[in-house]
């Protein structure tokens, strides 16, 4: 896990998320550099460094990723930067009459991804995480942890890829081309396991927080689902099947999140947001995922 020193009088600034501070390099405009801030783990970064080499070297459209460096204190990557590139997200934005366009091309890259052998001896199993990273279920009530047991067992595993934070913020265009980022969490296994993931970011983050991220209010990320899983699956998305198995790993995944921070785990669903604790563990998985329309459609949930 060696990395190589960076200097940073070499790099301008050039951005900031939640974790991680980009530079342009200020000879090559072709370079840039994400340094994921001071405290953020070590071995996280080089996870992430080796996941984003890996989505390349599998023929999958990512931007090229190259050195493993840090800055003495913190750590992250040296990769190509995409000039004039617009993500799905911010095309949506400010385009919002481009959606069919939009969700049809997002939809033809999800199944090239979702249609990709995995390399399971590199690649982590989506199934195998969960059930370790969800270990005894002990944090949760019985009920809950046999609802999310019933849900796993669910599922099997399927050699294919998978994103792992499957948006449309995460993918950008540039003069037609079009590439995955934030593949840090590239994973094998069924593609309802994404599909999930883009349900809750649609239907179970406050408003500020999807505006902030995606570009979008949770209404117009939800229409954009609905045109999306019609490019997709075509006819059978709104079916019950599909309802079923999207519901499924939402449960799970909505565990993995309450098990991640549990004291800010009501934000992300807003079921239990405001009831007390062990109340709100208990909505949230029993509850979460209950459906009364298409899938992207939750009763009653309005963040």
């Known amino acids: ?6 200097n940073l009088m070499e790099w301008g600034y050039f951005g900031e998320g939640g974790t991680a501070v980009s530079f342009c390099n200020k000879q090559n405009g ?23 080499k890996l989505f390349g070297e599998m023929g999958l459209p990512t931007p090229a990723v190259y050195d493993y460096v840090t800055d003495g204190e913190r750590f992250g990557y040296v990769g190509e930067r995409i000039k004039g590139k ?28 979702h249609g990709t052998k995995a390399d399971t001896t590199r690649m982590k199993s989506c199934l195998d995480n969960f059930r370790s990273y969800l270990g005894d279920l002990s944090f ?19 050699p294919f890829c998978l994103h792992g934070d499957f948006n449309p913020g995460n993918v950008i ?15 094998y296994g069924d593609p309802y396991w994404d599909l999930a993931t883009l349900y809750i970011i649609a239907n179970c983050i406050p408003s500020r927080v999807v505006k902030e991220r995606y570009h979008l209010s949770p209404s117009e990320l939800r229409a954009f689902c ?14 019950g099947e ?27 669903v807003p079921f239990i947001r405001g009831k007390k604790f062990l109340f709100r563990l208990r909505l949230a998985i029993m509850n979460g995922a209950r459906n009364s329309g298409t899938p992207f459609d939750i009763a009653g ?3």
């Open 226 to 239: 609905q045109s999306f899983g019609r490019h997709y699956l075509g006819d059978s998305w709104d079916s």
């Open 86 to 113: 617009v993500s799905f997200a911010r095309i949506l934005s400010n385009e919002p009459s481009r959606r069919e366009e939009i969700a049809r091309r997002f939809a033809l890259m999800a199944r090239d991804l």
């Open 242 to 268: 599909v309802r079923s198995r999207i519901q499924d790993a939402v449960v799970v995944r909505c565990c993995a999140l309450i098990r991640r921070n549990p004291r800010n785990a009501y934000l992300y």
């Open 1 to 6: 896990m060696e990395a190589k020193k960076v």
């Open 173 to 187: 265009s540039n003069e037609g081309r079009e590439y995955w980022i934030g593949v840090n969490s590239f994973m």
């Open 140 to 158: 949760v009530p019985s009920d809950v942890a046999d609802k999310v047991r019933k849900c796993l067992d669910r599922f099997n595993d399927v």
């Open 30 to 52: 072709n370079l840039f550099l994400k340094l994921n801030k001071a405290g953020y783990p070590e071995q996280l970064t080089w996870e992430e460094f080796n996941a984003s």
């Open 301 to 303: 949930c309005k963040a």
